[in-house]
């Protein structure tokens, strides 16, 4: 059974950072693109950022770029969000998903407030 499950948010304030990690099983992690997704409330999902099996392309939205960066660990099969300078139009439920978006964990929610 394929399992994704995020852990990480929390409540920051304007300027802060988190890091997101989401845990990857039932799969062979390394063999697949994943994503970040995230959902910020009264809107739909908006792709964050996505990074290659072998870790060496990575992408980012615009919004997000030169603040967050993505990276994953296939050994531990973990995939992590490191996410700085956060204001409050990051306020949302992340989700990792594999690039396919076949899969997606529930998500873990920031909320980026004073």
């Known amino acids: 059974e394929v399992q994704l499950v995020e852990s990480g948010g929390d409540l920051v304030q304007p300027g802060g950072s988190l890091r997101l990690s989401c845990v990857a099983s039932?799969?062979?992690?390394?063999?697949?693109?994943m994503i970040w997704v995230r959902q910020a409330p009264g809107k739909g999902p908006e792709w964050v950022s996505g990074?290659?099996?072998?870790?060496?392309?990575?992408y980012y939205s615009d919004s997000v770029k030169g603040r967050f960066t993505i990276s994953r660990d296939n050994a531990k099969n973990t995939l992590s969000l490191q996410m700085n300078s956060l204001d409050a139009a990051d306020t949302a439920v992340y989700y990792c998903?594999?690039?396919?978006?076949?899969?997606w964990g529930k998500g873990t929610r920031v909320t980026v407030s004073e």
């Open positions: 990074i290659s099996g072998d870790n060496g392309r990575k």
């Open positions: 998903a594999r690039f396919l978006m076949d899969y």
């Open positions: 039932g799969f062979s992690f390394g063999s697949y693109d």
